[in-house]
């Protein structure tokens, strides 16, 4: 449901590049992808939970759940495609 609500709104948009800001709420070390509990942000404006890819594995594995991040992602592939990964501040 939440892949069909995001296509249909990335459709919408002209730019699948998005800068998010959220809490990590789960990290999978073994598929390489944390879930991210997003703030709204024009290409989907609204709060929800997804499933983001960190181009270096190294990214990973200095995350912690429950820490606040900011990033940009690419909605145009998913799992989304993370880099520039930093806590928020």
Do not use: N
């Not at 990973?60 to 993370?82: F, M, N, Q, R, S």
């Amino acid at each position: 449901m939440y892949a069909l609500i995001a296509a249909v709104l990335i459709a919408a948009t002209s730019s699948s590049i998005a800068h998010i800001h959220g809490k990590i709420v789960k990290i999978d070390a073994k598929r390489g992808t944390f879930m991210i509990h997003h703030d709204p942000f024009p290409q989907m404006p609204m709060a929800m939970t997804m499933e983001v890819r960190p181009r270096s594995r190294a990214d990973l594995a200095k995350l912690h759940v429950g820490e606040t991040i900011d990033c940009t992602i690419d909605t145009a592939v998913v799992p989304w495609p993370g880099t520039g990964i930093h806590p928020a501040k």
